[in-house]
């Protein structure tokens, strides 16, 4: 689905961020400006601005170039105390070279986040904290994000993602973190060398968030956060990620609750399709299989330059650190007992697909066919004819392209968050701590042709929607929805529960989610119009359910 990827990039790529700091009262602006942090590594300043501590670049994993392929391990100590001032380098990933030129001007014409920020390197492993107390014995709840951009791009540094404003009007401690991604995480290489240090080369990149983690449980009190309050959130593949972790004994007890966001994991590439990726990887070098060992010391840049050859990257079922598929055949019993909240926007492709294809905006019903074929591993045995059928009987009022774009986005992307929804939901699970919601916020950008698209969610959530014009517009209503759901994420964390919040008056009693009524939360473009819906979207859940799931990438 090479447009979603592209369509994404883009995005990401096209738009800046503008709003001032919150003024804050004299006595508060005069704390030190320089906080000094003990990690269990050694001693970290950061800096104090608008009432909350900041450390960037963090590190909490040693530089994975020396140990390519190999899980991760801490970092050396230090003896100084060490500037973290700044974000750390991005992962090694296609699509460009050091700092990305900073802020790009707003666009009134397109819908898209800012530019990320940092050059790339193998010494990536590195997160960043926001938290309003240090050594105050607070014991916060622990807010930690995984990017998006699948497997494959994609980084913490990215100014959408900043924590200020949730760790100072929430009073908790935010985490976001960098990690390996593409072949440098997820190249699995088991059955191609014997070296036993490469036997889970195919999901360290899982094991660097697993260390990250670890890392929070030992460190994350000096910053005045609760290790035993930790709440794992990401959008699109952080939200896959969120779902592997789900099922890896590595990471049990690290975390204790859980919100994805427009992001699933049911199955995990097999064995014998990673391995077949990685050869794909070894020809386009010109290496045989048995010099797979030159991968090891290659340059980053040459072994960069040919990572789109291996296709689709992600978690392999490896029967080691990921020894079973994240949600299929049921729910993992690992994480039963951990609430969690599965979350999708209404108009998932409007962005991830036709945000590389504008011609997508101007379908005739007699092209429309055709054009859903770029689908077609989602359709099963289903005619595309038929789903359009289905789809114009269902709402008649739409255009060719309001149905190309709701049918891709029910059997591409929303499918899988309803799996698991419905998995967790299941006997003999059946766990009365899962909540979905569905995000109907229409953004204003661009006469409104990308509706509720794919990564709607995420200046909400943080409560940074005045720092997305570029992606909200400046209407009061998006201010207004985002303390709504940042305010229910901080209860979410705190508790386990979304109603617990007594502030929170804008958010309805949210119900669990269950197979009788099927209870969704749809946050609105008002906060007062955010209500719940039963089966908000029965006619295609049940026309989807017809047809076998298929993982994207697998």
Same mark, same amino acid.
């Given at each position: 689905?090479?447009?979603?990827?592209?369509?994404?990039?883009?995005?990401?790529?096209?738009?800046?961020? !503008?709003?001032?700091?919150?003024?804050?009262?004299?006595?508060? @602006?005069?704390?030190?400006?320089?906080?000094?942090?003990?990690?269990?590594?050694?001693?970290?300043?950061?800096?104090?601005?608008?009432?909350?501590?900041?450390?960037?670049?963090?590190?909490?994993?040693?530089?994975?170039?020396?140990? #390519?392929?190999?899980?991760?391990?801490?970092?050396?100590?230090?003896?100084?105390?060490?500037? !973290?001032?700044?974000?750390?380098?991005?992962?090694?990933? +296609?699509?460009?070279?050091? /700092?990305?030129?900073?802020?790009?001007?707003?666009?009134?014409?397109?819908?898209?986040?800012?530019?990320?920020?940092?050059?790339?390197?193998?010494?990536?492993?590195?997160?960043?904290?926001?938290?309003?107390?240090?050594?105050?014995?607070?014991?916060? +709840?622990?807010?930690?994000?995984?990017?998006?951009?699948?497997?494959?791009?994609?980084?913490?540094?990215?100014?959408?993602?900043?924590?200020?404003?949730?760790?100072?009007?929430?009073?908790?401690?935010?985490?976001?973190?960098?990690?390996?991604?593409?072949?440098?995480?997820?190249?699995?290489?088991?059955?191609?060398?014997?070296?036993?240090?490469?036997?889970?080369?195919?999901?360290?990149?899982?094991?660097?968030?697993?260390?990250?983690?670890?890392?929070?449980?030992?460190?994350?009190?000096?910053?005045?956060?609760?290790?035993?309050? /930790?709440?794992?959130? *990401?959008?699109?593949? *952080?939200?896959?990620? !969120?779902?592997?972790?789900?099922? $890896?004994?590595?990471?049990?007890?690290?975390?204790?609750?859980?919100?994805? $966001?427009?992001?699933?994991?049911?199955?995990?590439? #097999?064995?014998?399709?990673?391995?077949?990726?990685?050869?794909?990887?070894? #020809?386009?070098?010109?290496?045989?299989?048995?010099?797979?060992?030159?991968?090891?010391?290659?340059?980053?840049?040459?072994?960069?330059?040919?990572?789109?050859?291996?296709?689709? $990257?992600?978690?392999?079922?490896?029967?080691?650190?990921?020894?079973?598929?994240?949600?299929?055949?049921?729910?993992?019993?690992?994480?039963?007992?951990?609430?969690?909240?599965?979350?999708?926007?209404?108009?998932?492709?409007?962005?991830?697909?036709?945000?590389?294809?504008?011609?997508?905006?101007?379908?005739?019903?007699?092209? @429309?066919?055709?054009?859903?074929? /770029?689908?077609?591993?989602? @359709?099963?045995?289903?005619?595309?004819?038929?789903?359009?059928?289905?789809?114009?009987?269902?709402?008649?009022?739409?255009?060719?392209?309001? /149905?190309?774009?709701?049918? =891709?986005?029910?059997?591409?992307?929303?499918?899988?968050?309803?799996?698991?929804?419905?998995?967790?939901?299941?006997?003999?699970?059946?766990?009365?701590? =899962?909540?979905?919601?569905?995000?109907?916020?229409?953004?204003?950008?661009?006469?409104?042709?990308?509706?509720?698209?794919?990564?709607?969610?995420?200046?909400?959530?943080?409560?940074?929607?005045?720092?997305?014009?570029?992606? !909200?517009?400046?209407?009061?209503?998006?201010?207004?929805?985002?303390?709504?759901?940042?305010?229910? @994420?901080?209860?979410?964390?705190?508790?386990?529960?979304?109603?617990?919040?007594?502030?929170?008056?804008?958010?309805?009693?949210?119900?669990?989610?269950?197979?009788?009524?099927?209870?969704?939360?749809?946050?609105?473009?008002?906060?007062?119009?955010?209500?719940?819906?039963?089966?908000?979207?029965?006619?295609?859940?049940?026309?989807?359910?017809?047809?076998?799931?298929?993982?994207?990438?697998?």
């Amino acid at each position: 689905m090479k447009n979603s990827f592209n369509g994404r990039r883009r995005f990401l790529q096209g738009t800046a961020l !503008c709003a001032a700091a919150a003024l804050l009262p004299r006595q508060v @602006l005069a704390a030190d400006s320089t906080p000094v942090a003990t990690t269990s590594k050694g001693r970290v300043s950061g800096a104090f601005a608008n009432g909350v501590n900041v450390f960037k670049g963090i590190p909490y994993g040693a530089d994975t170039a020396a140990r #390519r392929f190999q899980p991760p391990v801490p970092p050396p100590a230090w003896k100084s105390i060490r500037a !973290c001032n700044e974000f750390g380098p991005r992962a090694p990933q +296609p699509g460009g070279h050091g /700092v990305m030129g900073g802020p790009a001007t707003i666009s009134k014409k397109g819908y898209y986040l800012p530019p990320e920020l940092g050059g790339m390197s193998e010494d990536c492993l590195h997160l960043n904290v926001w938290t309003a107390g240090l050594r105050d014995h607070r014991k916060r +709840p622990v807010l930690f994000y995984i990017h998006g951009g699948a497997y494959s791009s994609g980084s913490a540094n990215n100014v959408l993602y900043d924590g200020e404003r949730l760790a100072r009007s929430g009073d908790a401690v935010v985490v976001t973190i960098n990690h390996r991604l593409n072949i440098f995480g997820y190249l699995y290489l088991a059955q191609l060398s014997a070296a036993p240090e490469l036997a889970d080369a195919g999901n360290v990149g899982m094991l660097d968030i697993i260390l990250a983690l670890q890392w929070v449980r030992d460190n994350i009190a000096e910053f005045g956060g609760d290790p035993q309050r /930790v709440l794992i959130f *990401g959008q699109s593949g *952080g939200g896959a990620k !969120c779902a592997t972790l789900m099922g $890896m004994p590595a990471a049990h007890g690290l975390f204790h609750r859980v919100v994805s $966001m427009s992001g699933q994991q049911i199955t995990a590439a #097999r064995p014998e399709s990673a391995t077949a990726r990685a050869e794909a990887l070894l #020809r386009a070098l010109e290496l045989t299989p048995a010099r797979v060992d030159e991968l090891r010391t290659m340059p980053m840049e040459k072994l960069v330059a040919a990572s789109r050859s291996a296709g689709y $990257m992600g978690p392999v079922k490896d029967g080691r650190s990921v020894p079973r598929d994240p949600f299929d055949p049921d729910a993992p019993p690992l994480s039963a007992h951990i609430p969690m909240i599965l979350g999708n926007t209404h108009d998932e492709t409007r962005l991830l697909i036709g945000g590389g294809d504008p011609s997508l905006f101007a379908l005739t019903w007699e092209s @429309l066919p055709a054009k859903l074929e /770029v689908v077609r591993p989602f @359709l099963g045995e289903l005619k595309t004819a038929d789903v359009v059928a289905k789809y114009r009987a269902m709402y008649p009022e739409y255009s060719a392209s309001d /149905v190309f774009f709701a049918a =891709t986005t029910a059997f591409r992307s929303w499918r899988g968050e309803l799996i698991e929804a419905e998995r967790r939901a299941a006997p003999p699970m059946a766990a009365a701590h =899962t909540w979905a919601y569905q995000m109907d916020w229409r953004s204003p950008v661009d006469g409104g042709r990308y509706g509720a698209p794919h990564t709607m969610d995420i200046p909400f959530l943080f409560d940074n929607t005045a720092l997305a014009a570029g992606m !909200c517009g400046d209407d009061a209503t998006a201010l207004a929805l985002s303390h709504t759901m940042s305010n229910m @994420l901080v209860a979410f964390a705190q508790t386990g529960d979304p109603n617990s919040n007594a502030r929170n008056r804008n958010l309805p009693q949210w119900p669990v989610y269950d197979l009788k009524n099927r209870a969704t939360m749809l946050f609105d473009n008002h906060a007062e119009k955010t209500h719940v819906a039963d089966d908000p979207r029965g006619a295609e859940r049940r026309l989807v359910e017809t047809v076998p799931y298929t993982q994207p990438g697998t």
